[in-house]
C-alpha cells in the first residue's frame, strides 16, 4: 500500500470519528481534544515516545502532512 493511501485510510477514520462525536453534541475543539486523549492512552509508552521523537523530524512531518509543509512555506515567503 503507498503512503498516500495508508495516510487517506487513517484522515478519513480521524474525520469519521471527529463527525460522530460532533454529531452526537460535543464541540469540534473539545472532541478533537479527546480523541488525542485517548490515541496516548491506547499505544504503549514505547510507541508514544517514538511519535514524540519523529514529530520534531521536519521532513517526516513534510512527507506525512504535506499541507502542513505548504503552509510554513508560504508563511515564511510572507
Known amino acids: 500500500m503507498s503512503l498516500e493511501k495508508g495516510l487517506n485510510i487513517i484522515d478519513d477514520a480521524l474525520n469519521l470519528a471527529i ?5 452526537r453534541g460535543m464541540p469540534r475543539d473539545e472532541a478533537q481534544i ?3 486523549m485517548r490515541l496516548r492512552t491506547t499505544v504503549s509508552p514505547e510507541i508514544l515516545k517514538v511519535t514524540e521523537i519523529l514529530s520534531d523530524d ?5 512527507a506525512i502532512n504535506p499541507e502542513i ?3 510554513d512555506t508560504i508563511q515564511a515567503s510572507v
Do not use: G, S, V
Open 58 to 62: 521536519d521532513e517526516l512531518n513534510a
Open 69 to 71: 509543509a505548504k503552509q
Open 34 to 36: 479527546a480523541m488525542l
Open 19 to 23: 463527525f460522530d462525536l460532533e454529531r
